[in-house]
């Protein structure tokens, strides 16, 4: 009896710590570290606050562990290879509702909001880049990564935060028609110039009259 008593307040802890990362996740993504407080986590989570500061510690300490958790679940199902769309779209289509797209949302809303928060979002930001980098075959991939990045956080801050328009209401199937391609270009380098062959020269120099 005692045991199974024990189990079960063990998945009601578990249960209800998932709930506030849940709540916590959605939040911080819809308005920002500073303007998600306590209260809202916990009333969204269908919990007391005390249990917040319970099983997190602190709200920072909440925000760390929101931030690692959604960036590492986005790049644990997402291939190298389709992280760039993957990413870009959760930027454009964010609305604090799709979990495996939140990590960056949150990240470009609450970026300023202290040393601790800065230490989270260069945290998961160096996830991103290091992945992004590996796309690339340039010496400098490692800086082609964080230009990427910042091109698509600069995207997103333009059209979430600042409601640019057109960007903000453009469809993202627009967007990223006219951003990816030159983002993978970014990765990837411009194409080398094909070598030409010595007749292709030479006629070349007779046209000219060289």
């Not at 993504?29 to 007391?48: F, K, L, P, S």
Request: proline share 4%; with cysteine; charged share 25%.
């Amino acid at each position: 009896m005692g045991a199974s008593t024990s189990e079960g307040r063990r998945r009601n802890a578990q249960g209800t710590r998932l709930r506030l990362l849940e709540a916590a996740s959605a939040l911080f993504a819809e308005r920002g570290y500073e303007r998600a407080t306590v209260r809202d986590i916990a009333d969204r989570a269908g919990v007391n606050q005390a249990l917040l500061f319970r099983y997190f510690g602190s709200k920072r300490a909440l925000f760390g562990e929101v931030v690692a958790h959604d960036g590492e679940e986005q790049l644990r199902h997402t291939a190298p290879d389709e992280l760039l769309e993957a990413a870009l779209r959760g930027l454009l289509g964010h609305r604090g509702k799709e979990r495996g797209n939140r990590a960056l949302a949150t990240l470009l809303r609450s970026v300023g909001s202290g040393d601790e928060i800065g230490t989270a979002v260069r945290a998961v930001s160096d996830d991103y880049a290091r992945v992004l980098a590996s796309l690339s075959g340039a010496e400098n991939r490692a800086l082609r990564a964080d230009l990427a990045l910042s091109w698509m956080l600069g995207i997103g801050m333009m059209r979430v935060v600042v409601g640019k328009e057109p960007l903000a209401d453009a469809a993202p199937e627009e967007v990223c028609g006219l951003v990816l391609p030159a983002l993978r270009t970014l990765l990837d380098g411009p194409p080398e110039a094909p070598e030409q062959s010595p007749r292709h020269i030479s006629a070349s120099s007779e046209t000219s009259g060289v």
